[in-house]
């Protein structure tokens, strides 16, 4: 008799089973292309982005200089680099206005290596981004360089982003730091964060950090007392154009 009973029992879980996966509504969450968001970082040869550039410099209490130009990037020519996908020399030029000629400012360099998009700034390498791109991961920017470790995450990722007068559809934030002043203990903010768009790269950045004064005794903050900015830059930049050169012969 038992064993009828335990017959009757795996004919009935073998039932239930069958009904869960013909009749469940919940599919499994496929896993991400590895290849998504790499079209973000775009790194096409004669590709040029141009920006309208605003920067504040504080160099010291009631001491800053203000510039506003303009920012030409161009990729050009790739280079072999260990393990790369993708590796290209970025021209960078500078002008006050659209009425002057661009001049050659300095020589930067991009890459895909592996799951990460690295840009060289100045020889100083840092992690803009890892693929493939959602907004659950965190990685440090500093890792291949000297500097103290930053943990960064992308915000949003293709949703729309308007920068001046244009929105761009497919876009993702990149947000590298959000604090804000703190009054209590006088830290100044440190707000950084850059947007890219899909098939074009970045299209924004805005940089905001900057150091307070926290005593009349520090160097220099004596006339000035106490939160007074001694240090630090702003900048933003903001797409206004971009295009192939080959595109345009």
């Given at each position: ?152 995450r992308t915000k949003t990722f293709n949703e729309p982003y308007t920068v001046g007068f244009n929105t ?82």
């Amino acid at each position: 008799m038992r064993k009828r009973y335990l017959n009757i029992f795996w004919v009935f879980l073998v039932i239930c089973c069958i009904g869960c996966s013909e009749f469940t509504d919940v599919d499994p969450i496929p896993p991400l292309d590895p290849a998504t968001g790499k079209s973000y970082f775009f790194l096409e040869e004669g590709k040029y982005r141009e920006y309208n550039v605003f920067e504040i410099r504080y160099l010291a209490v009631d001491r800053s200089d203000t510039l506003i130009y303009q920012l030409r990037e161009k990729v050009v020519e790739p280079f072999d680099a260990d393990n790369a996908e993708s590796a290209h020399l970025l021209y960078r030029y500078k002008r006050p206005d659209s009425s002057q000629d661009w001049t050659l400012d300095s020589v930067w360099s991009a890459r895909i290596t592996g799951q990460r998009a690295i840009v060289a700034e100045n020889n100083v390498s840092i992690i803009k981004m890892i693929f493939p791109t959602d907004t659950i991961q965190t990685w440090d920017r500093n890792l291949f360089n000297d500097k103290a470790q930053r943990i960064i995450r992308t915000k949003t990722f293709n949703e729309p982003y308007t920068v001046g007068f244009n929105t761009f559809l497919n876009a993702s934030e990149i947000e590298i730091n959000n604090r804000a002043i703190d009054s209590l203990i006088l830290f100044g903010p440190d707000q950084r964060t850059e947007v890219y768009a899909d098939s074009i790269g970045l299209v924004f950045k805005e940089f905001n950090v900057y150091s307070l004064c926290a005593s009349q005794l520090e160097t220099g903050c004596n006339a000035a007392g106490v939160d007074v900015i001694k240090s630090g830059r702003y900048i933003r930049m903001e797409l206004t154009a971009h295009g192939n050169i080959n595109d345009e012969d």
